[in-house]
């Protein structure tokens, strides 16, 4: 597996989304995921499965310390108490003293960076998060809020896949020593099975489509992925992409698929994003 190194975190690149997963379907999952390869889980509270991912991760039998547990605080959560109460709801429902990486899941509309970063810094000191980070960010809040931290941010969870530009994020990310990590990295499972560009590496590549995408997410220094599946033998499938590479061209063949209007997390709470 590809370890990141974000101003000290080190995340396994490769991470097993679980949006829209409930229930034992979630638990059976995540148990499926970590028995096979993955050691990285992605949540949220506004998910409401974090009792099932903390089922899965204790019936998976892994030790704590092998796994990478990232969860949200939901924006309208982000000020003094209503954050702590999130924070401490989250391990209660996972079963766990400590998350490993505790984001907040979107900018909060009353840009109090200065108060966000002094909440994400009491997370780390009380213990609940190995490391913070922030999901949704643009370039300008994530200079921001890593110049108000006293703890180092280590990731930004953003919108990524070959129909979408992040380069400026990508660079800005680098800059600041941290990690990219791509959510809906497979466009939510939609038109990347009917892409040409696509089909022809997965025929010459011996690959699935999916697979040759997020190789291409891997390849991207400091960048990492968290698709999401219900199926257990696509989370076989979506691990199974170590054993071939992509060559510059081929890289550039799937960059060049970045097109406008191809958001697809685009709502009321989001921030002016980044054009490229
Ligand atoms: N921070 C944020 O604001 C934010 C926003 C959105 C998502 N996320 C996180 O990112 C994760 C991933 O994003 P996402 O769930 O929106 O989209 P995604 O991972 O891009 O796509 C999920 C879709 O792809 C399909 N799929 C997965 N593997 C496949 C394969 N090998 N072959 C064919 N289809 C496959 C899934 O189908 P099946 O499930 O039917 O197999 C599902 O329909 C989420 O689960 C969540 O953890 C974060």
């Not at 975190?9 to 229930?23: D, M, N, V, W, Y």
């Not at 490391?131 to 919108?159: C, D, M, W, Y």
Request: proline share 5%.
């Amino acid at each position: 597996m590809k370890i990141l190194d974000a101003n000290g975190a080190r995340i396994p690149a490769l991470g097993l989304g679980t949006f829209q997963l409930k229930g034992n379907q979630c638990a059976e999952l995540v148990e499926h995921a970590l028995r096979n390869g993955y050691d990285h889980i992605d949540t949220a509270a506004m998910y409401e499965n974090e009792e099932a991912v903390g089922a899965g991760i204790r019936a998976s039998g892994r030790p704590r310390d092998e796994l990478f547990v990232t969860t949200k605080v939901w924006p309208s959560e982000v000020h003094d108490g209503a954050f702590q109460r999130s924070a401490e709801a989250s391990l209660k429902r996972l079963g766990l003293d400590h998350v490993d990486l505790l984001l907040i899941h979107w900018p909060p509309k009353d840009n109090d960076i200065e108060g966000w970063a002094a909440l994400l810094d009491e997370a780390v000191e009380r213990g609940w998060t190995r490391h913070v980070g922030v999901s949704n960010f643009t370039t300008t809040l994530l200079r921001q809020i890593a110049a108000a931290l006293k703890h180092p941010l280590t990731v930004n969870q953003v919108e990524n896949h070959p129909y979408l530009d992040q380069s400026k994020l990508r660079d800005c990310c680098a800059e600041l020593g941290m990690a990219l990590i791509a959510y809906c990295p497979l466009f939510k499972g939609r038109r990347l099975f009917e892409d040409p560009t696509i089909a022809a590496l997965a025929k010459a590549k011996n690959k699935t489509a999916v697979q040759i995408v997020l190789r291409w997410h891997l390849q991207h220094e400091g960048a990492g992925a968290i698709p999401k599946t219900a199926t257990p033998s696509r989370v076989l499938e979506n691990i199974d992409i170590f054993d071939f590479a992509l060559s510059d061209q081929e890289m550039a063949s799937l960059s060049a698929l970045k097109s406008a209007n191809s958001r697809l997390c685009d709502y009321d709470i989001s921030p002016d994003w980044d054009r490229p």
